[in-house]
């Protein structure tokens, strides 16, 4: 019964190693355009910051892969002089779909958690009270190139749950990056 056992693994190790035809892992960084849709019905307008994280591509065949990231992420809005800083650890886990040997388009869910929030600070001094929620769901859809080692891609991505209790603001987030595939 061992023998069977141990067949079995070295079988189904042996079926995923051939399967997964190249890893990649790399760093990666750009620049965010976010804003917040409908908050309170406040004129805003949008923030810009900068994304910074680590990226991992397994190609499960030469046209189709799965992208897991893992990203610090400046988004937020601005409305006059005063920013609402919503910063998170975002997670997206994309599927990528690779074409013409450089060119590529992804979308699959992203999973943020919150770092730093500004929604209280940005209430109060409106008078009003607010607390950011710590989850952020999204979806993510995106394009892109690589060279090499080097990649570049243009991602949008779209809340879907609420950025604060008793709001309708979701996060919506343009992002241009640039990265390096290390291995």
Known sequence: MKKLFLLAIAVIGFSINSQAQDIKFGVKGGVNFANLTDLSGADLDSRTGFHLGAVLQLSLMETFAIQPELL????????????????????????????????????????GFVINDGIEEFAQSFGG?????????????????EFGGFFGQVRYNLGLTEVADDSDGKNSNFQVSVGYYIF
């Open 72 to 111: 610090y992420s400046a988004q937020g809005a601005s409305i006059g002089d005063f920013d609402i800083d919503l910063d998170y650890i975002n997670i997206p886990i994309l599927a990528k779909l690779k074409f013409a040997g450089i060119a590529s388009v992804e979308a699959g869910p992203q999973f």
């Open 129 to 145: 009270d607010a607390e950011a929620k710590s989850f952020d769901l999204g979806l993510a859809v995106g394009a892109g190139v």
